[in-house]
């Protein structure tokens, strides 16, 4: 493994913990790792709002939440416009430095959530939204939706996807918002240095975090970090920021891995001929190719 | 405007709190996780990919909080030295 010898340094990170013990995820869903760490750069001045997603659900049951600053669970399709308004709000009792962000999946932002996510973003509210990316529609079972990838089988396209993923953060940036950039629970001091920029500029600030989850995707539980590692390392999932139009490569993989060693991980390629996965390696390559021109 | 509730006159159902923590996750456990304190070095990777955060550093040492580790074995595969061991309940299918 490629980097499994590097010691992380705790005090990168905040100390103080929001997320209580005792939340309802599937054993090995990084969610909460992607809340856990956003919500320690963002600190506790903060309102974080949900839309319907598993991340809502596990972290709260009818009464009683797992989180210790004010969340609000809103409806699945307007997360973005439910934070502007209670941005809105705390801009008139005065309180501009309380930071509002969502934590939203990827149908949440990208498919159901888009309208409102579009909208917020276009008007360039003082926002963060945060979209972890489990690729499918996770909490009614897995079913497809626009960020879902090429080849993957999902109960609604069993044979496996025929169409491309939505790269959603060039979406953002073609909104000339101050700040989009990608992340991966695998790489966490990225993750969070990432937040703690956003956390700093004025204006809709959008990151979008690669979250793997061993139920949609089929693996066991225990390679959850394992498998957002392969994806950056190889290439498939690349780590760039998006600061006012300018961009930058964050982490450059010293060799990128053969993607297949990505999706042969996983069940939910199992319908994906050689063919396709060249097909997956080629689109890569061309990525890359582009990026070093 | 006035004649609204105040959050505190709201019903239960709306306005939840933070208590989950009575209901102990880690009894969904089938597996033991075991952490050996003399092959550990420190590298803290288990402690930040836990998703459970049910991994502390305590006096200089790493302690699981097993009322809370699920058992998903993510701190397994991410220990560099090999200081995590499972050992299995229940077979699963
Ligand atoms: C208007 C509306 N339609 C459908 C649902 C049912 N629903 C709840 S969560 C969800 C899927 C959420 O998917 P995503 O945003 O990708 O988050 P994930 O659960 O995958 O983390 C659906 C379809 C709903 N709550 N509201
Ligand atoms: S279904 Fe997936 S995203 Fe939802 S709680 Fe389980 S592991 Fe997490
Ligand atoms: S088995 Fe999973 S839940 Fe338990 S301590 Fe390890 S990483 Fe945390």
């Known amino acids: 493994m490629m980097e499994m010898s590097e010691k992380i340094d705790l005090d990168q990170f905040d100390k103080e913990e929001f997320l209580g013990p005792s939340l309802k995820s599937c054993p090995g869903c990084s969610a909460t790792i992607v809340a856990r760490f956003a919500?320690?750069?963002?600190?506790?001045?903060?309102i974080v709002i949900i839309p319907a997603s598993?991340?809502?659900?596990?972290?709260?049951?009818?009464?009683?939440?797992?989180?210790?600053?004010?969340?609000?669970?809103?409806?699945?399709?307007?997360?973005?416009?439910?934070?502007?308004g209670v941005k809105h709000a705390m801009m008139r009792k005065g309180k501009e430095n309380v930071n509002v962000v969502t934590?939203?999946?990827?149908?949440?932002?990208?498919?159901?959530?888009?309208?409102?996510?579009?909208?917020?973003?276009?008007?360039?509210?003082?926002?963060?939204?945060?979209?972890?990316?489990?690729e499918s529609a996770m909490n009614t079972g897995g079913q497809l939706n626009s960020c879902t990838p090429f080849g993957a089988r999902t109960p609604d396209w069993p044979l496996g996807k025929r169409l491309m993923k939505k790269d959603a953060p060039s979406i953002m940036a073609a909104h000339n918002i101050p700040y989009v950039a990608t992340a991966s629970i695998s790489h966490l001091e990225d993750f969070y240095m990432k937040l703690k920029k956003a956390k700093k500029i004025k204006g809709f600030r959008y990151i979008h975090v690669l979250s793997p989850c061993p139920i949609s995707w089929g693996y066991d539980g225990r390679y959850t970090?394992?498998?957002?590692?392969?994806?950056?390392?190889?290439?498939?999932?690349?780590?760039?920021?998006?600061?006012n139009g300018s961009f930058n490569l964050t982490y450059k993989p010293e060799r990128r891995i053969p993607v297949e060693e990505y999706l042969r991980m996983q069940r939910r390629f199992d319908t994906l001929t050689d063919d396709d996965a060249r097909k997956v390696q080629e689109i890569v390559n061309e990525l890359w190719r582009r990026y070093e021109e | 405007m006035s004649n609204l509730p105040s959050?505190?006159?709201?019903?239960?159902?709306?306005?939840?709190?933070?208590?989950?923590?009575?209901?102990?996750?880690?009894?969904?456990?089938?597996?033991?996780?075991?952490?050996?304190?003399?092959?550990?070095d420190f590298c803290m990777r288990c402690v930040v990919f836990c998703p459970d955060g049910a991994i502390k550093v305590s006096e200089g040492k790493l302690k699981m909080d097993l009322d809370y580790c699920k058992g998903c074995c993510i701190c397994i595969e991410e220990c560099p030295k090999n200081a995590i061991k499972e050992e299995r309940k229940v077979e699963l299918p």
Not at chain 1, 39 to 46: N, Q
Not at chain 1, 56 to 68: D, V, W, Y
Not at chain 1, 226 to 242: F, P, Q, T
């Open chain 1, 225 to 243: 970090v394992e498998i957002a590692r392969k994806a950056v390392e190889s290439g498939l999932w690349m780590l760039y920021e998006i600061e």
């Open chain 1, 39 to 46: 919500l320690k750069a963002l600190g506790k001045d903060t």
């Open chain 1, 103 to 134: 934590i939203a999946g990827d149908s949440g932002s990208m498919d159901i959530g888009f309208q409102a996510l579009s909208g917020a973003a276009i008007r360039n509210e003082d926002i963060i939204h945060i979209c972890y990316d489990n």
């Open chain 2, 7 to 40: 959050v505190e006159e709201l019903p239960e159902a709306i306005i939840a709190r933070f208590g989950t923590q009575k209901a102990k996750t880690g009894n969904w456990r089938t597996n033991e996780i075991e952490i050996d304190q003399d092959k550990c």
């Open chain 1, 54 to 84: 598993c991340l809502a659900t596990l972290l709260a049951t009818n009464t009683q939440t797992g989180i210790k600053i004010p969340y609000l669970h809103a409806l699945f399709e307007c997360g973005s416009s439910t934070a502007t």
